[in-house]
C-alpha cells in the first residue's frame, strides 16, 4: 500500500514519530517537499534523532530513503545531517537517495530571507531563515540551480556566478551583506563530492521500486495550514505542504496512492507569526513549564491552544485524510476540562471551515464544546481500552470533528508509546 503522511495542523504535529512507526510495514520513504525547515522527532529507545532533510524512515534499518525533486536541498547542510548520522551508526550507503533535479538552497537564500524578515518588522512571518522561501521562489522564476548543475563544476560555477551577482545587488538594496562567489563555490563543489553517491534519477528509481511492488511512504513537511495555495497566507512556508505535493514533489501519479493519513495533535500548536484562532496562554503556560512545545529546527517556544476541529475538517478535505493519527494525547493529562473548537464565529456568522483571509481569520471567535478532562498518566496505556474512559470519548470526538477514521494514538514521544486503534 503506498501512503501520503501529512501534517494536519500547522506542523510540529509528531509526523516524524508517526512515519517511524509506519515505516516498520513499508519499504521506502520519501520527502517530496519543503527544505531543512522541517524538523522530525524520532525518539528510540534511550536516543532522540532530529532529521531536518533525510526521511525518518532511515532509523530503520532495512529501509530505503529519498529526497525527491521537491525537496529543496542545501547540500552543506545535508553533508552534516548525513555525518550526523553515520557518526551515530546510521548506515545511508545504497539507503539514501536524492533527487538530481532537487533545487539547491545557496547561502544568497538563506541572507535574502533573513534580510526581508527584518525589514518586515512587526509583520515578518517568522519563518526558519533557513532561506525556503527565496529558493523556491528562484525555482519558480526559472533561475534556480539544481542538484544536475553541481555534477558539471565549471557549469555551476558559471551559473552560480550570475546568480550571486544579481543576488548581492538584492542584498545591498535590502540592506544585507554579499556573499562570496569563492566561498560558496568552494563549499558546494566540496558537499557535492560527498553527495555524488547518492544522486540519481529518483523517479526512474522509485517507478521500477513500484514495478517491483515495493511500498512507499510519503513523509509529508510542516503542515496544511502552512501550505502556500490552503494555508493563512502570507504566513504560510513556500511549498505545497498538502497530499498533492506529494505527487508533484516525487513523479509518482496520484492514482498510486491508496491511502492519507493526517497526523494531528490532541491541541494546536504553531510557531512563527500569524493567525491561530485557538491560541491560549494557559495552554502554551502549562506546556512549556513541562518543557515541551519547543521548536525542533529552531528552538523556538511553539505558540499552543485548543484543538481546532475547523481546521482539522478543513484539511481533511484538501488532503483527502482517510485515517488519522492523534498525538501528543498525554499532553492533556492533568487538565480537568478540554476546550475544542467546532466552529467559528465571524461577523455574526457560524463558521464550519476556515476563511481564506488571513485578516478575516483574526476575527474569528472559536465556539467551544468541553469535554471533561482525565486527569490520570496515560503515557503507560498501550491500548484504546485501557485509556481512561473519557480520553476515548475526546479521541473519538477529535476524529469525528475532521471526519476521518482513528487508527494511531500515541501517547509519548517514544516509539513504543504508540497504539492501533
Ligand atoms: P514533526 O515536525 O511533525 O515531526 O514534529 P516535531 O518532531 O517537530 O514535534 C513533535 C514533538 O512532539 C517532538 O518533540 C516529539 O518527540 C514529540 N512527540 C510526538 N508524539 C508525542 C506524544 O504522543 N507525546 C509526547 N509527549 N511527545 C510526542
Ligand atoms: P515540520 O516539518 C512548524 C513555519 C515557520 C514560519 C513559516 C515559514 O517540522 O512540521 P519557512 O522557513 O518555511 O519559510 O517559514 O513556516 N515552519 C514550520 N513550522 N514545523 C515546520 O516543519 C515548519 N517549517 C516551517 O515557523 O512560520
Ligand atoms: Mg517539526
Known amino acids: 500500500m503506498n501512503t501520503i503522511l501529512v501534517g494536519a495542523q500547522w506542523g510540529d504535529e509528531g509526523k516524524g514519530k508517526i512515519i517511524d512507526v509506519l515505516t516498520e510495514a513499508s519499504d521506502i520513504v520519501v520527502r517530496s517537499q519543503g527544505g531543512n525547515n522541517a524538523g522530525h522527532t524520532v525518539e528510540v529507545g534511550k536516543e532522540k534523532f532530529v ?7 532511515i532509523l530503520r534499518p532495512k529501509k530505503k530513503c529519498v529526497i525527491a525533486n521537491g525537496v529543496v536541498i542545501d547540500p552543506v547542510a545535508l553533508v552534516k545531517e548525513i555525518e550526523g548520522l553515520e557518526k551515530r551508526g546510521i548506515k545511508l550507503a545504497g539507503r539514501l537517495l536524492i533527487s538530481e533535479t532537487a533545487h539547491l538552497v545557496l547561502p544568497y537564500h538563506r541572507k535574502v530571507d533573513e534580510a526581508r524578515e527584518n525589514r518586515k518588522g512587526r509583520n515578518k512571518i517568522g519563518t526558519t531563515k533557513r532561506g525556503i522561501g527565496p529558493a523556491y521562489g528562484d525555482k519558480a522564476a526559472r533561475t534556480g540551480l539544481r542538484l544536475i548543475d553541481l555534477a558539471q563544476p565549471k557549469v555551476f560555477s558559471a551559473k552560480l556566478k550570475a546568480r550571486i551577482e544579481e543576488n548581492n545587488a538584492i542584498l545591498e538594496s535590502l540592506g544585507g551583506e554579499p556573499c ?19 544522486i540519481t534519477n529518483t523517479v526512474v528509481w522509485l517507478h521500477r521500486q513500484l514495478e ?18 490552503f494555508g493563512t497566507y502570507p504566513f504560510v512556508t513556500s511549498s505545497n505542504t498538502t497530499a498533492g505535493g506529494s505527487c508533484t514533489g516525487s513523479g509518482v501519479a496520484p492514482h498510486r496512492i491508496e491511502r492519507v493519513v493526517g497526523v494531528m495533535k490532541a491541541y494546536t500548536t504553531r510557531v512563527g507569526e500569524g493567525p491561530l484562532p485557538t491560541e491560549s496562554a494557559d495552554i502554551s503556560d502549562m506546556l512549556h513549564a513541562m518543557g515541551r512545545e519547543f521548536g525542533a529546527t529552531t528552538g523556538r517556544a511553539r505558540r499552543c491552544g485548543w484543538f481546532d476541529a475547523v481546521a482539522t475538517r478543513y484539511a481533511r478535505m484538501v488532503n483527502g485524510i482517510d485515517e488519522l493519527a492523534i498525538t501528543n494525547l498525554d499532553g492533556l493529562d492533568t487538565l480537568k476540562q478540554i476546550q475544542v473548537c467546532v466552529a467559528y464565529e465571524c461577523r455574526g456568522k457560524r463558521l464550519l471551515y476556515p476563511p481564506n483571509d488571513a485578516e478575516e481569520l483574526l476575527h474569528c471567535r472559536p465556539i467551544y464544546r468541553k469535554f471533561p ?8 496505556v498501550r491500548s484504546f481500552k485501557k485509556l481512561p474512559v473519557a ?8 476524529a469525528e ?20 486503534v
Open 51 to 57: 532529521l531536518h532533510l533525510i526521511p525518518s524512515g
Open 180 to 198: 562570496s562567489f569563492r566561498e560558496v563555490e568552494k563549499a558546494y563543489l566540496e558537499a557535492a563530492r560527498k553527495l555524488r553517491p547518492f
Open 212 to 229: 517491483a511492488g515495493k511500498s512507499l511512504l510519503f513523509e509529508g513537511a510542516q503542515g496544511t495550514f502552512l501550505d502556500i495555495d
Open 373 to 380: 478532562g482525565w486527569q490520570k498518566s496515560t503515557t503507560k
Open 391 to 398: 480520553a476515548q470519548k475526546y479521541v473519538t470526538a477529535l
Open 401 to 420: 470533528l475532521t471526519g476521518a477514521k482513528l487508527r494511531i494514538v500515541s501517547v509519548g514521544a517514544r516509539r513504543e508509546q504508540t497504539f492501533r
